[in-house]
């Protein structure tokens, strides 16, 4: 497809004297929308209330998101690096928005199945592709810095970073 031929990987390498310094912010921005996975817990009672079940029942949508979170990120690590971070947030902005679509109309329809589905399995992929496109694209645009990464990344625990 000609229209989608701008997402290939031969479109995302930085020109000479490009600024690394644009690379850290978009992928805080990325790293902030995947961060919404754990706002679970702010709309949690109101899920229990409208699916009249157990906290636990809920929570699950979380757990699953997160065990595909990390799957995808391991399993799609690879497919990140071949067809580089276009496509790939491409891609996680699609699986993304096709599991709250779906998760959405498992809380119209009631049944809590599709919103383990949507939210849980096809969200929980794109977080996952989404999380480690900005990962790998920060070192490979700064990898004339070997050993070290450019400060943090957004998803570090506060106060642990690599050190040179």
Known sequence: M????????????APP????????????????????AYATSVY????VKHF??????????FSIA??????????????????GPRKAMFVAACFWATGFLVGALGIGTGQLWLVYLGYGVIGGIGLGIGYISPVSTRAVHDGRRTGRRLRREPADPPGLRAVP
């Open 17 to 36: 004297g490009y600024s690394r310094w644009l690379i850290p912010p978009a992928a805080l921005a990325v790293h902030l929308c995947i961060g919404q």
């Open 66 to 83: 997160i065990v595909m979170l990390g799957l995808s990120a391991a399993v799609g690590g690879t497919w990140v690096e071949r067809n």
């Open 52 to 61: 009249d079940t157990t906290q636990t029942a809920v929570g699950v949508v």
């Open 44 to 47: 949690k009672t109101s899920m």
């Open 2 to 13: 000609a229209v989608l031929s701008i997402l290939d990987r031969e479109h995302t390498v």
